[in-house]
């Protein structure tokens, strides 16, 4: 409910306006707004994900990811703030970090697509290209006709030297997606099973 008072309208209306702005990606416009309100004594968790979500679509991460540390510190149990958390992480390639945050969300909301497609990336980031193909499955269990998951677990195959495995999915994702399934099968051209 919105505060009462010509200060509370304005508020509310400065918020809505920041959110509008968001909507139409006028991100630094939005920023400057949300960033007033909380200057003007507006810090509260909506606020917060406002600007961490603003601060994200334009790039700065490091400042979205500040403002995700703080949510999940003020409510622990959400699976999608871990998961946004995660994403800030991965951009700043801090993986490890990544892999922890998209840990947490799973463990809370097992069904998040997106966390474990993104946990997977992170692991193929690491180099743990096992533990990234296990992510990528748990992702298609949830998911399986999405071309980005079969694209990438099909690339995880390929780099811990499953290739059979690999091809059998080419043929899928040229269902789902053509330009991902010709890209899968030129990476596979002259691959011989030994090769990793």
Same mark, same amino acid.
């Given at each position: 409910?919105?505060?009462?008072?010509?200060?509370?309208?304005?508020?509310?209306?400065?918020?809505?306006?920041?959110?509008?702005?968001? $909507?139409?990606?006028?991100?630094?416009?939005?920023?400057?707004?949300?960033?007033?309100?909380?200057?003007?004594?507006?810090d509260d968790p909506d606020l917060a994900a406002l600007?961490?979500?603003?601060?994200?679509?334009?790039?700065?991460?490091?400042?979205?990811?500040?403002?995700?540390?703080?949510?999940?510190?003020?409510?622990?149990?959400? $699976?999608?703030?871990?998961?946004?958390?995660?994403?800030?992480?991965?951009?700043?390639?801090r993986y490890s970090d990544a892999v922890e945050a998209?840990?947490?969300?799973?463990?809370?909301?097992?069904?998040?697509?997106?966390?474990?497609?993104?946990?997977?990336?992170?692991?193929?980031?690491?180099?743990?290209?096992?533990?990234?193909?296990?992510?990528?499955?748990?992702?298609?269990?949830?998911?399986?006709?999405?071309?980005?998951?079969?694209?990438?677990?099909?690339?995880?195959?390929?780099?811990?030297?499953?290739?059979?495995?690999?091809?059998?999915?080419?043929?899928?994702?040229?269902?789902?997606?053509?330009?991902?399934?010709?890209?899968?099968?030129?990476?596979?051209?002259?691959?011989?099973?030994?090769?990793?």
């Amino acid at each position: 409910m919105p505060a009462r008072g010509p200060h509370g309208i304005v508020t509310t209306i400065r918020r809505l306006a920041a959110e509008l702005l968001i $909507a139409f990606r006028w991100h630094a416009r939005a920023i400057a707004i949300l960033e007033r309100l909380r200057q003007e004594g507006g810090d509260d968790p909506d606020l917060a994900a406002l600007l961490a979500f603003a601060y994200g679509e334009s790039g700065r991460w490091r400042e979205a990811a500040d403002e995700f540390e703080r949510l999940v510190a003020l409510e622990s149990q959400d $699976a999608a703030l871990w998961c946004n958390l995660g994403l800030c992480y991965q951009e700043l390639r801090r993986y490890s970090d990544a892999v922890e945050a998209y840990r947490k969300a799973i463990s809370m909301k097992p069904e998040l697509t997106d966390a474990h497609l993104n946990l997977g990336l992170a692991w193929v980031q690491l180099g743990k290209h096992v533990d990234a193909a296990a992510a990528f499955e748990a992702a298609a269990r949830h998911d399986s006709d999405n071309p980005d998951i079969i694209y990438n677990m099909a690339l995880s195959y390929v780099d811990s030297g499953r290739l059979d495995e690999a091809r059998k999915l080419q043929a899928r994702l040229m269902d789902l997606d053509e330009v991902l399934g010709a890209e899968l099968a030129r990476r596979l051209e002259g691959r011989r099973p030994h090769e990793q």
